[in-house]
Structures are given as C-alpha cells and as structure tokens.
C-alpha cells in the first residue's frame, strides 16, 4: 500500500467480500458431486461467474453443493433470494445460464420450463 486512496480501494473490496459472507443477497448453488461434473457442473459454474462479472452483480453469492440424488437431473442448480423459496433447476447447460440469470436472479421471475423442485423458507 502506497497510498491513501489504495487503503480506502482495499476497504471497499473488504466490504464487499464481508458482505458476500453475510449472505445479505442471493445465493446460486451448483451440484458439484461427480454426477454434476461428469453432466457438465463446471462450464456451468464457469458460466454463472462469467454472467454474473459480466452484469456487475456483487452481491450474488455462488456456492457449490455435492450430489443430493437427483443425478438424472444433472446439473442441478439452485437459486435462493431472500424471502423466497429456493428454486432448483435441473439440466441445466451454459447456455441455460443467461435466462435463469437475467429472469429468476435478476428480475424474480421464476423460469418454470425448467424448475424440478422448490423449498419454502419457513
């Protein structure tokens, strides 16, 4: 640190990565388990950090998760906004990863042609 201003950027970037840890905001989970990996987990996961850098969502939390014995299904993936139950999406490629992004994560809207199951918050 050379400066007054790198300090306050480095407590900027602190504050976000706290606030991250708190899980103020939404959470994405992807089923990493082998079932995931082998239908495809990691381009997914790669293409829900991508769009969520791309869009500038900070305060989205991404996670991963092993099998929860829904391997048909692969690759599951779970979104959680606060206040709402958690929507999990089965078979879910990249190219899936903008609109779930963009309707559900974004906007709220629940992407129904692909939803395999939802969990209350209570």
Do not use: F, W
Not at 12 to 18: G, N, Q, V
Not at 29 to 55: F, S
Not at 108 to 114: L, S
């Amino acid at each position: 640190m050379k400066s007054l201003a790198d300090l306050h950027a480095l407590r900027e970037k602190l504050k976000k990565d706290i606030k991250l840890r708190k899980n103020e905001g939404t959470v994405i989970i992807v089923g990493m388990g082998t079932c995931g990996i082998a239908a495809g987990a990691r381009e997914v996961m790669a293409a829900i950090l991508d769009e969520l850098a791309v869009r500038n969502l900070n305060d989205v939390q991404v996670r991963q998760t092993g099998c929860i014995g829904m391997c048909e299904q692969e690759v599951l993936v779970d979104v959680v906004r606060p206040g709402e139950p958690r929507i999990t999406y089965g078979k879910v490629t990249p190219a899936d990863v903008k609109k779930i992004i963009a309707e559900h994560v974004v906007n709220g809207r629940i992407v129904e042609d692909m939803v395999v199951g939802k969990l209350s918050q209570d």
